[in-house]
Protein backbone atom coordinates (compact mmCIF):
# COMPACT_ATOMS: atom_id res chain seq x y z
CA UNK A 1 0.00 0.00 0.00
CA UNK A 2 1.55 3.26 -1.16
CA UNK A 3 1.97 5.99 1.51
CA UNK A 4 -0.83 8.42 0.02
CA UNK A 5 -3.62 5.68 -0.32
CA UNK A 6 -2.46 4.47 3.38
CA UNK A 7 -2.98 8.23 4.53
CA UNK A 8 -6.42 7.88 2.58
CA UNK A 9 -7.57 5.61 4.34
CA UNK A 10 -6.48 7.18 8.21
CA UNK A 11 -8.51 10.34 7.44
CA UNK A 12 -11.35 8.61 6.04
CA UNK A 13 -11.16 5.95 8.85
CA UNK A 14 -11.24 9.44 11.28
CA UNK A 15 -14.47 11.22 9.59
CA UNK A 16 -16.39 7.72 9.03
CA UNK A 17 -18.21 7.30 11.72
CA UNK A 18 -19.93 10.99 12.18
CA UNK A 19 -20.78 10.51 8.32
CA UNK A 20 -22.54 7.20 8.82
CA UNK A 21 -25.04 9.52 10.64
CA UNK A 22 -25.59 12.64 8.26
CA UNK A 23 -28.80 11.68 6.55
CA UNK A 24 -30.65 14.51 7.64
CA UNK A 25 -28.27 16.58 9.93
CA UNK A 26 -28.61 19.86 9.62
CA UNK A 27 -25.03 22.13 9.96
CA UNK A 28 -22.82 23.27 6.87
CA UNK A 29 -19.89 25.04 5.93
CA UNK A 30 -18.18 28.34 7.71
CA UNK A 31 -19.44 30.77 4.68
CA UNK A 32 -22.13 29.14 2.65
CA UNK A 33 -20.09 30.57 -0.28
CA UNK A 34 -17.17 28.71 0.15
CA UNK A 35 -14.03 26.74 -4.59
CA UNK A 36 -12.77 25.52 -12.24
CA UNK A 37 -13.90 23.93 -15.36
CA UNK A 38 -13.31 20.40 -16.36
CA UNK A 39 -10.19 18.79 -15.40
CA UNK A 40 -7.08 19.58 -16.89
CA UNK A 41 -7.31 18.12 -20.48
CA UNK A 42 -10.40 17.55 -20.80
CA UNK A 43 -9.92 14.54 -19.22
CA UNK A 44 -11.55 13.12 -15.63
CA UNK A 45 -9.14 11.78 -13.15
CA UNK A 46 -9.86 9.35 -10.24
CA UNK A 47 -7.86 6.42 -8.82
CA UNK A 48 -8.15 3.09 -9.76
CA UNK A 49 -7.07 -0.26 -7.59
CA UNK A 50 -3.41 0.60 -5.48
CA UNK A 51 -3.92 4.29 -6.33
CA UNK A 52 -3.17 4.48 -10.17
CA UNK A 53 -5.60 6.48 -12.12
CA UNK A 54 -7.43 4.84 -15.30
CA UNK A 55 -10.26 5.61 -18.05
CA UNK A 56 -13.48 4.03 -17.31
CA UNK A 57 -14.45 1.47 -20.01
CA UNK A 58 -16.22 1.95 -22.52
CA UNK A 59 -18.82 0.13 -24.74
CA UNK A 60 -22.04 -1.53 -22.94
CA UNK A 61 -25.40 -0.49 -22.31
CA UNK A 62 -26.78 2.01 -19.46
CA UNK A 63 -28.98 1.06 -16.36
CA UNK A 64 -30.99 3.07 -14.30
CA UNK A 65 -28.96 5.08 -11.87
CA UNK A 66 -29.67 6.96 -8.90
CA UNK A 67 -27.48 9.51 -7.92
CA UNK A 68 -26.99 11.65 -4.51
CA UNK A 69 -25.91 15.22 -5.29
CA UNK A 70 -25.25 17.00 -1.88
CA UNK A 71 -23.71 20.45 -0.82
CA UNK A 72 -24.66 22.87 1.72
CA UNK A 73 -25.73 25.59 -0.22
CA UNK A 74 -29.29 26.91 0.12
CA UNK A 75 -31.78 26.67 -2.82
CA UNK A 76 -31.57 30.43 -3.52
CA UNK A 77 -28.11 30.59 -4.09
CA UNK A 78 -26.42 30.05 -7.59
CA UNK A 79 -24.58 26.89 -6.56
CA UNK A 80 -27.73 25.68 -6.37
CA UNK A 81 -30.23 26.84 -9.35
CA UNK A 82 -27.41 27.33 -11.69
CA UNK A 83 -25.27 24.81 -10.82
CA UNK A 84 -26.86 21.60 -8.81
CA UNK A 85 -30.34 22.20 -10.63
CA UNK A 86 -28.66 22.61 -14.21
CA UNK A 87 -26.40 18.82 -13.77
CA UNK A 88 -29.85 17.40 -12.91
CA UNK A 89 -32.00 18.57 -14.97
CA UNK A 90 -29.56 18.22 -18.25
CA UNK A 91 -28.58 14.85 -16.82
CA UNK A 92 -31.52 13.40 -16.70
CA UNK A 93 -33.04 14.64 -20.03
CA UNK A 94 -30.23 13.30 -21.56
CA UNK A 95 -32.24 10.11 -21.23
CA UNK A 96 -29.61 7.62 -20.62
CA UNK A 97 -31.03 6.52 -17.67
CA UNK A 98 -30.10 8.74 -14.71
CA UNK A 99 -31.47 10.23 -12.01
CA UNK A 100 -30.57 12.75 -9.55
CA UNK A 101 -31.58 13.36 -5.93
CA UNK A 102 -30.32 16.97 -4.54
CA UNK A 103 -29.27 17.93 -0.51
CA UNK A 104 -28.88 21.28 -0.28
CA UNK A 105 -28.18 23.49 2.79
CA UNK A 106 -25.49 20.76 4.16
CA UNK A 107 -28.75 18.25 5.12
CA UNK A 108 -26.17 15.29 4.38
CA UNK A 109 -24.12 16.73 7.26
CA UNK A 110 -20.88 19.27 6.96
CA UNK A 111 -18.61 19.74 4.60
CA UNK A 112 -15.95 17.33 6.47
CA UNK A 113 -18.72 14.58 6.94
CA UNK A 114 -19.32 14.69 3.14
CA UNK A 115 -15.77 14.34 1.65
CA UNK A 116 -15.56 11.30 3.88
CA UNK A 117 -18.97 10.03 2.32
CA UNK A 118 -18.16 10.93 -1.24
CA UNK A 119 -14.75 8.55 -0.40
CA UNK A 120 -16.52 6.02 1.39
CA UNK A 121 -19.45 5.80 -1.47
CA UNK A 122 -22.52 6.78 1.08
CA UNK A 123 -22.66 10.39 -0.99
CA UNK A 124 -22.04 10.30 -4.83
CA UNK A 125 -21.32 13.63 -5.41
CA UNK A 126 -20.87 16.82 -4.27
CA UNK A 127 -19.73 20.31 -4.31
CA UNK A 128 -17.30 21.72 -2.28
CA UNK A 129 -15.02 24.30 -1.75
CA UNK A 130 -11.50 24.35 -2.84
CA UNK A 131 -9.95 25.11 1.03
CA UNK A 132 -12.66 22.62 2.99
CA UNK A 133 -11.03 19.69 0.30
CA UNK A 134 -7.54 20.95 1.15
CA UNK A 135 -7.79 19.28 4.45
CA UNK A 136 -7.57 16.05 2.29
CA UNK A 137 -4.91 17.60 -0.38
CA UNK A 138 -3.29 20.62 0.73
CA UNK A 139 -2.52 22.07 -2.65
CA UNK A 140 -6.16 21.97 -3.95
CA UNK A 141 -6.74 24.78 -1.20
CA UNK A 142 -4.63 26.84 -3.28
CA UNK A 143 -7.34 27.66 -5.60
CA UNK A 144 -8.88 29.59 -2.70
CA UNK A 145 -5.27 31.37 -2.38
CA UNK A 146 -5.50 35.06 -2.35
CA UNK A 147 -4.88 36.65 -6.27
CA UNK A 148 -3.89 33.22 -7.83
CA UNK A 149 -6.56 34.12 -10.39
CA UNK A 150 -7.05 37.26 -12.06
CA UNK A 151 -10.99 36.01 -12.98
CA UNK A 152 -13.32 33.04 -13.87
CA UNK A 153 -11.51 32.89 -17.19
CA UNK A 154 -8.35 32.56 -16.02
CA UNK A 155 -9.30 29.92 -13.67
CA UNK A 156 -10.81 28.23 -16.68
CA UNK A 157 -7.82 28.07 -18.65
CA UNK A 158 -6.07 27.20 -15.92
CA UNK A 159 -8.26 24.08 -15.19
CA UNK A 160 -8.49 23.25 -18.76
CA UNK A 161 -4.40 23.57 -19.30
CA UNK A 162 -1.82 20.53 -18.83
CA UNK A 163 -0.40 22.71 -15.59
CA UNK A 164 -3.49 21.78 -13.92
CA UNK A 165 -3.28 17.97 -14.72
CA UNK A 166 -1.14 16.61 -11.89
CA UNK A 167 -2.56 18.10 -8.90
CA UNK A 168 -5.94 17.43 -10.02
CA UNK A 169 -4.44 13.93 -10.42
CA UNK A 170 -2.66 14.24 -6.88
CA UNK A 171 -6.26 15.28 -5.58
CA UNK A 172 -7.86 11.94 -7.30
CA UNK A 173 -5.52 9.95 -5.32
CA UNK A 174 -4.83 11.42 -2.41
CA UNK A 175 -9.03 11.27 -1.53
CA UNK A 176 -10.13 9.01 -3.98
CA UNK A 177 -12.55 10.61 -5.70
CA UNK A 178 -13.16 11.92 -9.28
CA UNK A 179 -13.42 15.63 -10.26
CA UNK A 180 -15.50 15.75 -12.83
CA UNK A 181 -15.26 19.68 -12.63
CA UNK A 182 -15.43 23.35 -11.14
CA UNK A 183 -17.13 27.23 -11.06
CA UNK A 184 -15.74 30.32 -9.76
CA UNK A 185 -19.13 31.34 -7.14
CA UNK A 186 -17.58 34.58 -7.46
CA UNK A 187 -14.97 37.25 -6.12
CA UNK A 188 -14.67 38.45 -2.47
CA UNK A 189 -14.70 41.69 -1.65
CA UNK A 190 -13.86 43.88 1.54
CA UNK A 191 -17.09 45.87 3.54
CA UNK A 192 -15.89 48.31 5.99
CA UNK A 193 -16.63 51.65 7.90
CA UNK A 194 -13.79 52.92 6.23
CA UNK A 195 -12.90 52.80 2.20
CA UNK A 196 -10.36 49.93 1.62
CA UNK A 197 -8.04 51.19 -1.57
CA UNK A 198 -4.80 50.05 -0.29
CA UNK A 199 -3.36 47.54 1.72
CA UNK A 200 -2.22 50.56 3.85
CA UNK A 201 -5.73 51.13 4.56
CA UNK A 202 -5.96 47.31 6.05
CA UNK A 203 -3.36 48.96 9.06
CA UNK A 204 -5.02 48.95 12.20
CA UNK A 205 -8.71 47.19 11.13
CA UNK A 206 -9.49 44.22 12.20
CA UNK A 207 -11.42 42.53 9.53
CA UNK A 208 -13.07 38.83 9.93
CA UNK A 209 -11.99 36.23 7.98
CA UNK A 210 -13.24 32.73 7.85
CA UNK A 211 -10.62 30.12 10.34
CA UNK A 212 -9.70 28.19 7.39
CA UNK A 213 -6.00 27.88 7.15
CA UNK A 214 -5.74 29.25 3.13
CA UNK A 215 -7.96 31.95 4.46
CA UNK A 216 -5.94 32.81 6.94
CA UNK A 217 -2.66 32.87 5.04
CA UNK A 218 -4.80 35.40 2.53
CA UNK A 219 -5.40 37.83 5.35
CA UNK A 220 -1.47 37.77 6.17
CA UNK A 221 -0.60 38.21 2.45
CA UNK A 222 -3.05 41.14 2.60
CA UNK A 223 -2.07 42.46 5.33
CA UNK A 224 -4.92 42.45 7.28
CA UNK A 225 -5.30 41.27 11.04
CA UNK A 226 -7.77 38.41 11.00
CA UNK A 227 -10.45 37.95 13.77
CA UNK A 228 -12.32 34.67 13.70
CA UNK A 229 -16.21 35.24 13.55
CA UNK A 230 -18.67 32.89 12.71
CA UNK A 231 -20.58 33.67 9.56
CA UNK A 232 -23.72 33.38 11.42
CA UNK A 233 -22.75 35.72 13.76
CA UNK A 234 -21.13 38.68 11.48
CA UNK A 235 -23.78 41.22 11.42
CA UNK A 236 -24.41 41.35 14.85
CA UNK A 237 -20.07 41.19 15.34
CA UNK A 238 -19.98 44.00 12.40
CA UNK A 239 -23.08 45.64 14.74
CA UNK A 240 -21.60 46.13 17.82
CA UNK A 241 -18.21 46.79 16.66
CA UNK A 242 -16.14 43.55 17.83
CA UNK A 243 -15.03 43.49 14.16
CA UNK A 244 -14.19 46.57 11.99
CA UNK A 245 -14.62 45.06 8.65
CA UNK A 246 -14.95 41.64 6.57
CA UNK A 247 -14.65 39.84 3.45
CA UNK A 248 -16.92 37.83 1.39
CA UNK A 249 -18.16 37.24 -2.21
CA UNK A 250 -21.33 40.18 -2.84
CA UNK A 251 -24.24 36.83 -2.90
CA UNK A 252 -22.83 36.68 0.53
CA UNK A 253 -22.90 40.39 1.52
CA UNK A 254 -26.43 40.57 0.33
CA UNK A 255 -28.23 37.57 1.98
CA UNK A 256 -26.34 38.83 5.70
CA UNK A 257 -27.50 42.23 4.96
CA UNK A 258 -24.13 43.70 5.83
CA UNK A 259 -24.89 47.12 3.82
CA UNK A 260 -27.37 48.01 7.07
CA UNK A 261 -24.21 47.87 9.55
CA UNK A 262 -21.39 48.88 6.86
CA UNK A 263 -20.36 51.99 5.11
CA UNK A 264 -18.18 50.59 2.26
CA UNK A 265 -17.64 47.78 0.09
CA UNK A 266 -14.21 48.38 -1.53
CA UNK A 267 -13.88 46.09 -5.02
CA UNK A 268 -10.22 44.22 -4.26
CA UNK A 269 -11.67 40.89 -5.78
CA UNK A 270 -8.77 39.35 -4.09
CA UNK A 271 -10.06 36.02 -4.46
CA UNK A 272 -12.35 33.59 -6.41
CA UNK A 273 -14.33 31.85 -4.58
CA UNK A 274 -14.13 28.15 -6.56
CA UNK A 275 -16.07 25.03 -6.00
CA UNK A 276 -15.42 21.52 -7.16
CA UNK A 277 -17.74 19.14 -8.33
CA UNK A 278 -16.72 15.17 -6.82
CA UNK A 279 -17.80 11.99 -7.38
CA UNK A 280 -17.71 8.49 -6.05
CA UNK A 281 -16.41 5.19 -7.48
CA UNK A 282 -20.11 5.39 -8.50
CA UNK A 283 -18.22 6.74 -11.40
CA UNK A 284 -17.08 3.37 -12.83
CA UNK A 285 -20.70 2.22 -12.76
CA UNK A 286 -21.50 4.53 -15.57
CA UNK A 287 -21.97 3.84 -19.11
CA UNK A 288 -19.88 5.20 -21.28
CA UNK A 289 -23.24 7.27 -22.51
CA UNK A 290 -24.38 7.74 -19.10
CA UNK A 291 -20.38 9.50 -18.26
CA UNK A 292 -20.73 11.46 -21.72
CA UNK A 293 -23.77 13.24 -20.40
CA UNK A 294 -23.05 13.57 -17.10
CA UNK A 295 -19.82 15.13 -17.95
CA UNK A 296 -21.68 17.37 -20.31
CA UNK A 297 -24.35 18.42 -17.76
CA UNK A 298 -21.29 19.81 -15.18
CA UNK A 299 -19.65 21.25 -18.04
CA UNK A 300 -22.99 23.35 -18.91
CA UNK A 301 -23.65 24.28 -15.17
CA UNK A 302 -20.23 25.56 -15.05
CA UNK A 303 -20.84 27.94 -17.28
CA UNK A 304 -23.94 28.78 -15.87
CA UNK A 305 -22.79 29.20 -12.42
CA UNK A 306 -20.59 31.71 -13.61
CA UNK A 307 -22.49 33.70 -15.82
CA UNK A 308 -25.68 33.71 -12.48
CA UNK A 309 -22.90 34.78 -10.34
CA UNK A 310 -21.64 37.39 -12.57
CA UNK A 311 -25.74 38.72 -13.23
CA UNK A 312 -26.61 38.50 -9.54
CA UNK A 313 -23.33 41.33 -8.56
CA UNK A 314 -24.51 43.25 -11.29
CA UNK A 315 -27.86 43.38 -10.32
CA UNK A 316 -27.28 43.64 -6.62
CA UNK A 317 -24.60 46.58 -7.36
CA UNK A 318 -27.16 48.29 -9.20
CA UNK A 319 -29.19 48.17 -6.52
CA UNK A 320 -27.36 49.15 -3.80
CA UNK A 321 -26.28 52.29 -5.54
CA UNK A 322 -29.97 53.04 -6.25
CA UNK A 323 -30.87 53.20 -3.10
CA UNK A 324 -27.60 54.66 -1.80
CA UNK A 325 -27.26 51.57 0.76
CA UNK A 326 -23.36 51.32 0.76
CA UNK A 327 -20.55 53.10 -1.18
CA UNK A 328 -18.58 50.91 -3.52
CA UNK A 329 -15.04 52.08 -3.95
CA UNK A 330 -13.98 51.35 -7.55
CA UNK A 331 -10.47 53.04 -7.23
CA UNK A 332 -8.68 50.31 -5.58
CA UNK A 333 -5.36 49.80 -6.39
CA UNK A 334 -5.47 45.71 -6.85
CA UNK A 335 -2.29 45.88 -8.55
CA UNK A 336 -0.54 46.89 -4.91
CA UNK A 337 -2.93 44.49 -3.44
CA UNK A 338 -1.59 41.54 -6.08
CA UNK A 339 1.79 42.31 -6.11
CA UNK A 340 2.00 42.20 -1.68
CA UNK A 341 0.00 38.91 -1.83
CA UNK A 342 1.18 37.10 -4.80
CA UNK A 343 4.92 37.93 -2.86
CA UNK A 344 4.16 36.63 0.33
CA UNK A 345 2.50 33.71 -0.97
CA UNK A 346 5.54 32.43 -3.41
CA UNK A 347 7.36 32.73 0.34
CA UNK A 348 5.13 31.23 2.10
CA UNK A 349 3.94 28.32 0.13
CA UNK A 350 6.00 25.06 -0.15
CA UNK A 351 6.20 21.47 -2.22
CA UNK A 352 3.50 20.80 -4.19
CA UNK A 353 1.19 23.70 -2.91
CA UNK A 354 3.74 25.97 -3.93
CA UNK A 355 3.72 24.27 -7.46
CA UNK A 356 0.19 24.83 -7.88
CA UNK A 357 0.44 28.45 -7.08
CA UNK A 358 3.09 29.32 -9.39
CA UNK A 359 1.50 26.72 -12.04
CA UNK A 360 -1.80 29.19 -11.61
CA UNK A 361 0.38 32.97 -11.92
CA UNK A 362 2.47 30.95 -14.95
CA UNK A 363 -1.01 30.58 -17.13
CA UNK A 364 -2.59 34.22 -15.86
CA UNK A 365 -3.34 35.76 -19.33
Known amino acids: MNARRTRRTAWVSALIVPAMFVAGCGGGADDPDPAPTTPAGGQTSAPAEGGE ?3 PEAGGESSPVEI ?7 ETQPQHQCGAAVIKEEAEAAGVGLTIEIFPSSQLGGDADRIASVASGDIDMDIQGASALGAVYAPISVLDAAYAFDGPEHLSAFMASDEAKPFIDGFAEEAGVYTLGAWSAGARQFTANDPIRSPEDLQGQRIRFPGSPQFLMNARALGATATEVA ?13 DGQENPITNIKAQNLPEVQDYMSMTSHQLNTNLIIMSSMWNDLSAEQQEALSAAVDSAVQRVTECVAEEEQTTIDEWKEAGLIEIIEDVDVDAFREQAVSYLEGEFTGESLEAFQAIRATAP
Open 68 to 74: TLAHSYN
Open 231 to 243: YEELYLALQNGTV
Open 53 to 55: TTA
